[in-house]
């Protein structure tokens, strides 16, 4: 990063340090927010770094948009849950909460049944509404209480019951961020009047229109972990929403990636929201929006790429499978489903899926299955239900 912090010039050079924020403060290119961090006013620089951060996720997003369209809708459905588990458990492995992608995908393939009673019903069935046009308020106080009930409070209240929240809206006492090492890095806003003052002030920022939504969304995820309204699950809940902001203004899928590319890089995560902590930053908060945006801008990377490298193979077995004289051509479209789970998805199809997808009855799945399998063409996963593959290994 270019951008010079000013909590670090503090210490070779005063006279720089006061020159430079003034000349940041005072320049057209600077947006002076309406919130304080500690005693100064906050504020950004558009600088170069966020530029070129911000057109790079803007090319990509329209690449992200070009191979999702080509995408066969089971594939689609089969990698977006892949993802969605993924994003789960690690969203929760960063807050030391234990899960396990084989429980996350068992209440995944229960939504519509049994899994209200069953841990993390909150995360996955918020998280799944990024692939949906439901909206969230996001304009008050309260609103985010809504989202938190929904999102993580049963799980906050299984773990310690001392952690649920006890104020009006937010919490009475105070509260602390801790790394995963549980080392204090910042103590949260207190009391809870001023916890409500800033959250307001915050929201107010994430609806400035004129900010360019990248900026707010970075602005917004860094003030929410200063504000800390909650004993516990915050880090969750304004990951959520974040991808829940991002899933609304690019494509949806990338709504599934933030917390794998946090993760991937937490010190750089916590030592940019440290420094915006700081002092001695003044109020900048620049540096934690060019490492936010840098994070969303590997996260449509790693999205991309993922995408890309699918599709290609699934081109290729789909002219394998052309090829294929011992597939009945009745068979293909059946085997060409189960290709597609096999390459986007790490957990197989299950029976009812494929009635589904191919308008087809129980019986002519169980046919089509069992064909398959006098080929050894099929993978099966000794689960509840029942899930399939098919061996690219073998088809090829």
Known sequence: MNYVLLSHLFYKDKNEYKALYEKRISSESTCVLPIKIGTHK?????CPEIHNISMQIMDLDKKISHIRKELPNAALIQFANKCLIDEIKLTNDIEG???TRKELAAVLGEMDGKAKKKRFYGLINKYQMLTSDHKFSLNTSTDIRDIYNDLVLKEVAEDSIDNVPDGEIFRKDMAEVTTP????IHQGVYPETKIIQLMEQALNILN?????????ISIFHYLFGYIHPFYDGNGRTSRFIS????????????GFRLSYTIKA???????AFKECNNEKNLGDLTPFIIMFLSVILESFKNLYDALDKRNNLLLKFSEVLKGKEDISEELKPFAFVLIQTSLFSNEGITKKQLESELSISESTVNKRLAKLREKG?????SCKPAKYLIDLNMLS
Do not use: G, M, W
Not at 243 to 254: C, Q, R
């Open 42 to 46: 906050a504020f950004y620089c558009l």
């Open 97 to 99: 909460v234990y899960s």
């Open 181 to 184: 090492t549980q080392k204090v």
């Open 208 to 216: 400035q229109k004129e900010i360019p939504v990248l900026i707010r």
């Open 243 to 254: 991808s829940y902001l991002l899933s609304k203004d690019f494509e949806f899928l990338i």
């Open 265 to 271: 890089h937490i010190k750089e995560y916590y030592d």
């Open 377 to 381: 063409l099929l993978i099966e996963e």
